[in-house]
């Protein structure tokens, strides 16, 4: 165990359909999955209960600080199309161990937003990707793991035995 801070963003880098977008990219917002509740409260129960109904994952976000061609193309994909997008990070901790995240993503641009072109100014990008499937590695090794069908967790599946009772196995 380190007496020190681990595991500290000092850079990233993004790629949008396998083209490595540096210096280009100003903001990534990483979409991390978290769990879909409902509340119960049945017969004989004094109180609501939190149950879990499953996964969300919002959409994918970055801004760039260039009307970039290769990725306004990147909307005008068939129905159902969609892209590979990558983030990387260099972890660093204080004690100098650097650790690389890789978060893998594949999904549909859905989004270019409004750019303002204004003289002397960047005129900024802001897309967004509905993400379809998204995979996060720090050191090579899988932290989480989530597409439309399963979740899983250090590699582990949160919803193999669902899938079972359904036969889907």
Known sequence: MKSTPSY??????????NDVKV??????????????????R????IK???????????????TMSALDPS???????????????????????EDGTTH?????????LIDLGNSTWKPGEKAE???????????????GSEVFEIDDFDFSVGGVSQTGDIRSALLLN
């Open 8 to 17: 500290i963003l000092r850079n990233c880098a993004f790629w949008a359909d």
């Open 23 to 40: 210096g280009q990219t100003s903001e990534i917002e990483v979409p991390f999955p978290k769990e879909k509740t409902d509340k119960i």
């Open 42 to 45: 049945n017969a004989g129960m």
């Open 48 to 62: 609501e209960r939190t149950l879990s109904m499953g996964y969300e994952l919002d959409d994918l976000e970055f």
């Open 71 to 93: 990725v306004l193309k990147l909307m005008l994909g068939k129905p159902g199309s969609e892209h590979p997008y990558m983030a990387t990070g260099a972890l660093v901790d």
């Open 100 to 108: 690389t995240a890789t978060l893998y993503i594949r999904g549909r």
């Open 125 to 139: 990008l802001k897309c967004k990707v509905a993400t379809h499937y998204l995979k996060l590695e720090v050191d």
